[in-house]
């Protein structure tokens, strides 16, 4: 079951002003969800962290991500910990693999060869979900 507790999908998912934070999750409604129905598996849509690092990249390559903001990873580690079994990250993905293959155009622009630009891009992508499943999502080497 999913349930809204302030996640919604993409890079744009909060009217955030300047130096300000993003809302957090509402961690009471997950709660009360769990005491309600223990055990019943949650899933977070919408969850990507937006991670600055690949906007900054994204931007520095042509790009115009402006004001994109996420789930910050400690809510997410949080999130994980509770009942929440599933946590959709699509956009740090699609953000990964944008900001690499901007990169690579950038720095050789007459580049072709999908198998150029989508490899490395695949990588990235690979290394951002076994830092996430590690540090993050903490599923990596469960049983």
Same mark, same amino acid.
């Given at each position: 079951?999913?349930?809204?507790?302030?996640?919604?999908?993409?890079?744009?998912?909060?009217?955030?002003?300047?130096?300000?934070?993003?809302?957090?999750?509402?961690?009471?409604? *997950?709660? #009360?969800?769990?005491? %309600?129905?223990?055990?019943?598996?949650?899933? @977070?849509?919408? =969850?990507?962290? +937006? *991670?600055? #690092?690949?906007?900054? %990249?994204?931007?520095?390559?042509?790009?115009? @991500?402006?004001? =994109?903001?996420? +789930?910050?990873?400690?809510?997410?580690?949080?999130?994980?910990?509770?009942?929440?079994?599933?946590?959709?990250?699509?956009?740090?993905?699609?953000?990964?693999?944008?900001?690499?293959?901007?990169?690579?155009?950038?720095?050789?622009?007459?580049?072709?060869?999908?198998?150029?630009?989508?490899?490395?891009?695949?990588?990235?992508?690979?290394?951002?979900?076994?830092?996430?499943?590690?540090?993050?999502?903490?599923?990596?080497?469960?049983?």
């Amino acid at each position: 079951m999913a349930i809204a507790i302030g996640t919604s999908h993409g890079a744009y998912k909060f009217k955030v002003e300047k130096g300000q934070q993003p809302p957090s999750l509402r961690f009471d409604i *997950l709660e #009360e969800v769990e005491k %309600r129905l223990p055990g019943f598996p949650i899933v @977070l849509h919408g =969850a990507p962290s +937006v *991670l600055k #690092e690949y906007v900054d %990249r994204i931007n520095a390559y042509g790009g115009t @991500l402006e004001d =994109a903001s996420g +789930v910050s990873e400690d809510q997410l580690r949080k999130a994980a910990k509770s009942a929440v079994c599933k946590i959709n990250i699509d956009t740090d993905g699609r953000l990964v693999m944008t900001a690499k293959i901007r990169e690579i155009f950038a720095k050789n622009p007459s580049e072709f060869d999908p198998r150029k630009y989508l490899g490395p891009a695949r990588d990235e992508l690979i290394k951002m979900y076994e830092r996430k499943n590690k540090d993050v999502l903490g599923s990596a080497f469960r049983r």
